[in-house]
């Protein structure tokens, strides 16, 4: 079976553009995670999507948004893109079976690079 | 969100125990504590996960205490290759999908030859 897959795996782009990431599941996963690592951190939560609703948000400004698709992809959007904004990016999927904490499965991540 | 705090980095030899400590002293009542192994460019791998007491798998062990405001990673007989940051986080996901978790600083282990 095909682990987390996002895409692209790297991406420069100028500040003030918009870029959008893209992210598989691996097949079954109904929920998505996204989350911001900068170098030498560690990673911060964006937001979580399950069955295509939004179920968790972290302390993110308005300019990153995401949606989730019927076949349960995702995409992470970003505007107005701040150098600060440089970071992997990071999707992780998992099988939600009720309360308690699941296993999440990360993908390699996109690398942003804002100049 | 709970916080959590490890140490920034440790060294061992090859063939050593490890054990790499985190504090999360605000843990709530229905939060998990998962440990994820990452390697640099890479995602974050899991290594393990547990709420209470202990926990062993193939690749290590957790140790929580009766007050869940620490856990123990404890890593046998370290590789080379076990060279990585390993993060500490604790948090749930409840009946609804809805996630709520929060990764540590992390602890770099340099496995030295």
């Known amino acids: 079976d095909a682990g987390v897959t996002q895409s692209p795996t790297h991406l420069i782009k100028t500040r003030g553009q918009q870029v959008t990431l893209r992210c598989s599941p691996i097949?079954?996963?109904?929920?998505v995670s996204w989350y911001q690592q900068v170098l030498g951190q560690g990673p911060q939560f964006i937001f979580q999507y399950y069955e295509k609703e939004e179920r968790g948000r972290g302390n993110f400004p308005d300019r990153f948004s995401a949606r989730q698709f019927p076949n349960y992809s995702s995409e992470l959007n970003v505007n107005a893109l701040l150098l600060g904004d440089s970071a992997l990016y990071l999707c992780?999927?998992?099988?939600?079976?009720?309360?308690?904490?699941?296993?999440?499965?990360f993908g390699q991540g996109t690398r942003l690079t804002v100049v | 969100l709970a916080k959590t705090t490890q140490p920034i980095s440790m060294d061992s030899y090859e063939g050593q125990e490890v054990n790499i400590t985190c504090s999360h002293n605000?843990?709530?009542?229905?939060?998990?504590i998962t440990w994820y192994q990452q390697f640099p460019s890479q995602g974050p791998r899991f290594i393990i996960q547990?709420?209470?007491t202990k926990v062993t798998n193939e690749v290590a062990s957790l140790f929580i205490p009766a007050d869940r405001k620490s856990s123990t990673l404890s890593l046998p007989r370290v590789s080379l290759s076990d060279t990585a940051v390993y993060y500490c986080?604790?948090?749930?996901?409840?009946?609804?999908?809805?996630?709520?978790?929060?990764f540590g600083t992390g602890t770099k282990l340099q496995v030295i030859p």
């Open positions: 097949s079954g996963h109904k929920s």
């Open positions: 605000n843990i709530a009542t229905n939060d998990y």
């Open positions: 992780a999927s998992s099988l939600v079976v009720g309360g308690g904490y699941t296993e999440a499965f």
């Open positions: 547990g709420y209470k």
């Open positions: 986080l604790v948090g749930a996901f409840y009946s609804g999908g809805y996630q709520k978790v929060t």
